[in-house]
């Protein structure tokens, strides 16, 4: 089994950016393209922040929110979460981070990702039930 290693996202907002570290023992391995793959990482972050927040704010505007937008989300959580992977590293804290970088409480990204895992197809999700039956498990996964 190949070694993950760990990978803090640090929010400068001052900035306007986000920065992520590494521990020294990836950095010690294979020094020349580390740098490059978090340079990668920073701005497919910054991407999907900004997505979650733009599709986050579009379902605080209606009064009915559609379980799509969430499954939309938890997609875009699920597949940067397998691109960190695919480079051999691993977030740290991940529901932590992306809840203060997203402004959604970390219980919510939860049953967001929780979610999508349960539906593989946005196809599968039935915009007439509401989220909140979603968000708790009320309605069955299919098989």
Do not use: C, H
Not at 5 to 31: D, V, Y
Not at 88 to 105: E, H, K, M, S
Not at 108 to 120: A, N, W
């Amino acid at each position: 089994m190949k070694e993950k290693f760990p990978i803090r996202i640090i929010n400068t907002p001052a900035a306007g950016r986000f920065k992520m570290t590494t521990s020294i023992g990836r950095l010690e391995k294979n020094s020349r393209n580390v740098g490059q793959e978090l340079a990668f990482l920073e701005k497919d972050y910054f991407l999907l922040i900004k997505t979650v927040k733009d599709a986050a704010t579009s379902t605080y505007q209606n009064r009915r929110v559609d379980p799509r937008i969430y499954w939309l989300i938890g997609d875009g959580i699920l597949r940067f979460l397998e691109r960190v992977d695919d480079l051999g590293f691993y977030l740290v804290n991940q529901n932590d981070t992306l809840a203060r970088d997203t402004n959604i409480a970390k219980s919510t990204i939860g049953r967001i990702i929780s979610f999508r895992r349960r539906f593989p197809k946005l196809s599968m999700v039935n915009a007439a039930i509401p989220w909140t039956e979603y968000a708790n498990n009320k309605v069955p996964a299919p098989k």
